[in-house]
Each structure stands twice: as C-alpha cells, then as structure tokens.
C-alpha cells in the first residue's frame, strides 16, 4: 500500500501559509510607509528647531519645548517600527519554511508533521506580535497629534508674544 500523499494535497498544504505571506507583505508596506512619516517628520521639526532662532523668546521656550517632546515620541514610534519591521520580516521567513518544510516532510511520508506545524505557528506568531507592535506604533502617533494640538491651542488662544500673527507687526 503506497502512503505517499497526492501531488495535490502536498502542494495545496505548502500554499495555505501563502495567505498569511500575503498578509504580513501588506503589513510590511505599510510599516514601510509609517517609517517613512516618521523621518519626514524628524526632518521638518528639524527644519524648524532650526528657524527659531528668529522668533521672539516666547515663541521660541514654546516651539522648542513641543519640538523636544516631539523628537523623543518619534524616537519612540522609530524604535517600535523596527522592531515591528524586523518581526514581520521573520514572520514571512517563518511561513516560507513551513511551506518548504511541508514539501519536504511530504518526501519523508509525514514522518516530521512536527516541523511545519511548529514552524507555522511560530510565523503566525510573529505576525501577531508585529501586528501589535503596530497597534502600540498607532497609539504613540496618536499622543504626539494630541499634544500638537494642546501646542496648537495654546498659541491661538494666547495674545501678544506667542501669537504668530503679531510677530510681524
């Protein structure tokens, strides 16, 4: 009696983490994208640590505080960006393995069905960790937004000094 599986069965068990490669290549793009914002940003606060040098000294106490804590929120959000970029990469190696170590286990008359299993579900893992990394990620860019608009709101509801409008005249 031949126990060696159907062509069939061994390929569509190697394509079901596929799916999950998809899903963590989309995650990936996207974290791409949010790392990109956070250097855009590091480079336009940097452009405006730079111009206050010609603001007057309430404006500038002000702007240079809210840059300050702007600089060490992005150098949090940078942090858990990599870490998420590199759990996600793993998780993609991880699934990879699974669909070869399904390939190969299929060789062997699924003598090791351990493999692929613990090597998927370790990359579903990974994928769930970087998905999380992502929902902290979120939160950080959220805080930052809101204590911009605290900035935002104090320079617009204070006359004199800190308001930009009567800087030039």
Request: proline share 4%; net charge neutral; with cysteine.
């Amino acid at each position: 009696m031949n126990d060696f599986p159907k062509p069939s069965e061994v390929l569509s068990a190697m394509i079901t983490p596929a799916v999950l490669i998809s899903a963590t290549g989309t995650l990936v793009l996207s974290t791409s994208n949010r790392l990109s914002r956070v250097i855009d940003r590091v480079r336009g606060l940097t452009r405006e640590a730079e111009d206050l040098q010609n603001a007057s000294v309430q404006v500038r106490e002000g702007k240079r505080e809210l840059i300050s804590d702007q600089l060490v929120r992005l150098s949090e959000r940078l942090l858990v960006l990599r870490t998420a970029m590199t759990t996600l990469y793993a998780a993609i190696g991880l699934l990879v393995m699974t669909s070869i170590a399904i390939g190969i286990v299929a060789l062997f008359q699924w003598r090791y069905g351990w493999i692929p299993v613990l090597l998927g579900l370790a990359g579903a893992c990974a994928l769930l960790y970087g998905s999380l990394l992502l929902v902290r990620e979120a939160q950080l860019a959220t805080n930052a937004i809101l204590s911009e608009l605290v900035y935002t709101r104090q320079v617009i509801n204070t006359p004199g000094d800190l308001h930009p409008a009567t800087e030039d005249k």
